[in-house]
């Protein structure tokens, strides 16, 4: 603890960083603010009935990425939720479109023009599901609710969906500044605070349901800490794949006996994918609930009903395997294997025992795919472990949400990644601060 505090202390004496920590800071207030102000013509106290359709499924997860903005027809109702959806779509364009593979060997010119891509298709994502959230607004609020008798034709209408637009865009544009300019990952960190401002509400409505139980609520909590280190080993855990470099002797010649100190392994995560699989497989939850429900037969009915509820049977199991198909589906686009071992062969690396080349390529493709499988899984685990905590200790359904899926791997992964550089900071600027003693001038020498 007194390192903590120390490390703490820190980070306020170095001005670079502190500055870039309060315009994180601030940033994130800004974002907040405007997911509490509701779109003009809307009565704010009458909302209830589109929180309702947020309880669960897709909903809930647009509602947690949105920090809430959704369910209170907030200017920032749909959030960075488009901005995902085309950064997912760029990508997977990326395979089958040979222009986007060209921008991705580019390097930093051909980075900022697949940036400039995103942001325009996201543009596009909005103007369509703008008008699709407002239509979802009359389909699900009481007439009363709009205070604005006329707030359905085209001057209003068209004010609101160019006010939702305006929104996402503004959100776009404070995540990358928060990149930029302050510490973190600014979209990611921008996703955090939405799942954040959501958890105080679920846990006071767990205590109070819980209230005369006080012990049920404890073990909640540490079962909940346990998950969350569960969760931490899964986003850290590495397999390191040993490497040698070769050196060049003056001649220009390659001495293969001697080994280079700069790197020594490769790291492959044991789970690459990260939270996407999840997001895949969440939207793919939602589309046979969506067909089923345009028939009215019993059959139907009864399949709608068992892809609307989250916490059921059938409904995990489909989930759990989605994500573990998807898992190897988005490693296998997004670790290039065969590019690392070209890399490695033109820096002079090698896997010892494994020819460079096509063959290193293979084993890190057979590699991933074995370390792939015990990723998906565990990963598959903590996606439906809020099902499993609510069905064994009937937690309620908006604080069990916090045991696993999206949520909590996101919290988990930005929080790491945020850390790591606030970290890295410390220790170059430390480093520096070492050199300027004599001690270590002398020994540098």
Known sequence: MKKFIESFINVWKIEELKNKILVTLGILLVYRFGSQVTLPGIDSTKL????????????WLINVFTGGA?????IFALGIMPYISASIVVQLMGIAIPYLQKLQKDGESGRKTLNQITRWLTIAITLVQGPGYIFNLKQTLPAEAFVNPDFFTFFPLFGSVLIIVSGTIFAMWLGERITEKGIGNGISLLIMVGILARMPEAFIQEVG??????????????IWLVVIIATILLVMALRKVQVQYARRSVSGDFESDSMDDNRQFIPLKLNSAGVMPIIFAQAIMFIPAALAGLSKSDTALSISNMFKDPFGLVYNVVFALLIVIFTYFYTAITVPTNKMADDLKRSGGFIPGIKPGAETGDFLDKLMSLITFPGSLFLALIAVFPAI????LDVQGAWAY??????????????????????????????DGLMKSGKNRKAVA
């Open 70 to 74: 959704f369910s209170e027809a907030s």
């Open 48 to 59: 209830q009935s589109l929180s309702n359709q947020t309880e669960g499924g897709i909903g």
């Open 389 to 392: 905590i609510h069905g064994l």
């Open 402 to 431: 916090f045991y696993g899926g999206t949520s909590l791997i996101i919290m988990v992964g930005v929080a790491i990644d945020t850390i790591q550089q606030i970290n890295s900071y410390l220790l170059n600027k430390h480093y």
């Open 209 to 222: 349901t819980n209230s005369s139980n006080p012990m049920k609520i404890i073990i909640e909590i540490i």
